[in-house]
């Protein structure tokens, strides 16, 4: 049996399982102190929420409502998140790393800044100027491949999946790599909230993913494989696009048997995995309120409709704490264990049960579209106890292009 939201708050405050790193408070002010542990923990005994909003500056809504929640199991940490504020534009990414923390650390260090320089230069954000700046991270990574192969050889079966949102002059962006998220609640004709997803998921497990791979290699018979009821590329890896896992796209990174889990038997003679994203855009409607961007941690145990009627169901400060709660409140049913045994597990061990989940939850203020409103220009991090200045400054002119050839928008 699985427990409520106050059970919970109270099990997170009597264990180590959820600490003040591991389900992060970001409060964003212009005076911004980090709590110490002991007036985090009192604040959560006195507060109805365990997670702090984003707030305005994360962009959109100026009731001071967005936020962004992180939930560990790995032993380390892989998942990396960011949220960038500029005058005129927000960027969310969503970096759910396999194999270790090296991929995703790296698109949180580089990608932001790649997309900012392309955008610049261009002047334009569009869809081209974000596969631009996913191709230049990839290249990235694989230069730090190869410089660390000869010593540190794994570093080739590290990866990461890659979702990105860009809000410029009222018109959204999304490019996606893996199966995290983006999911759009918005009000339909009958005034009820409906969910939209604007990703694809690449992952095995659907067969629109395993037509793709066998018609793009056909005369490989173990392309898809099901392995311990579960399909995997090669046998090996679910997704089927990513940042990183170089062994599974360049020859020259291939693992030899002495990493048993990654060794291919056949050379590699092209890459097996993909690093071009899927791409949505569309102009926001009066009607759309809100937007979720989370790892597939979270979808593993929630609908997207589940997801979308919670956030509009419930207060707005706080809801990616609540998103977090539903989706291990599930994993405990799921796994029929208790909250009470879940928490006596140490971090690796409690994967068994569910991943690492990270949730960014954004309101959308049309108000702010129509009157060209501004925020101070934040970097937020999840997981990392700091907010700092972001050099997100798209210029007020820049020009914003669409495409009517977008993948993931219906």
């Given at each position: ?38 007036n ?82 261009n ?42 949102g ?20 918005s ?23 395993r ?63 993909r ?27 929630l ?70 409103g ?17 050099n997100?400054?798209?210029?007020q ?9 977008s993948?993931?928008?219906?």
């Open positions: 049996m699985c427990i409520n939201d106050s059970a919970l708050i109270n099990c997170i405050l009597g264990s180590s399982y959820v600490t003040a790193r591991s389900l992060l408070a970001i409060p964003v002010k212009k005076n911004f102190v980090l709590l110490d542990l002991e985090y923990i009192q604040r959560l005994l006195t507060a109805s929420s365990c997670l702090r909003p984003l707030g305005r500056y994360a962009r959109m809504n100026k009731d001071d409502d967005d936020s962004l929640g992180v939930v560990q199991a790995n032993e380390v940490l892989e998942d990396q998140s960011q949220v960038e504020t500029g005058q005129h534009a927000t960027f969310v990414g969503v970096y759910d790393g396999h194999g270790g923390p090296d991929a995703s650390r790296f698109i949180c260090d580089h990608l932001f800044h790649n997309l900012i320089k392309l955008a610049r230069d002047g334009t954000i569009s869809e081209d100027i974000l596969r631009n700046a996913f191709s230049e991270t990839e290249d990235g990574f694989l230069t730090l491949v190869r410089r660390a192969y000869e010593l540190k050889p794994l570093i080739a079966a590290i990866g990461s999946c890659c979702l990105v860009v809000i410029c002059k009222g018109t959204l962006f999304v490019a996606n790599l893996g199966d995290s998220r983006a999911v759009l609640g009000i339909n004709r009958l005034n009820k909230i409906v969910a939209e997803q604007l990703t694809k998921d690449h992952n095995a497990s659907f067969e629109e993913v037509k793709e791979l066998r018609s793009l290699h056909p005369e490989d018979s173990h392309i898809v494989v099901m392995k311990q009821g579960v399909w995997r590329i090669k046998g090996i890896i679910q997704v089927s696009r990513s940042i990183g896992d170089a062994y599974l796209k360049r020859p020259e990174f291939a693992l030899d048997p002495s990493f048993p889990r990654f060794h291919l038997h056949e050379p590699l003679h092209q890459p097996v995995l690093s071009d994203p899927s791409i949505c855009t569309r102009v926001l409607q009066p009607n759309d309120k809100f937007l979720i961007f989370a790892s597939d941690g979270l979808w593993e145990y609908t997207n409709e589940d997801a979308v009627e919670i956030v509009h169901n419930n207060p707005r400060v706080g809801i990616a704490k609540r998103l977090l709660i539903s989706a291990i409140n599930q994993a405990c049913k799921k796994r029929r264990v208790t909250y009470n045994e879940l928490k006596k597990y140490d971090k690796g061990v409690r994967r068994r049960v569910h991943d690492d989940i990270t949730v960014v939850v954004i309101f959308i203020d049309h108000e702010m579209f129509e009157n060209n501004s925020v101070p220009e934040l970097s937020i991090r999840g997981f990392v106890d700091t907010v700092g200045p972001s997100f400054n798209f210029p002119g820049i020009d914003v292009k669409q495409s009517v050839l993948e993931g928008c219906s």
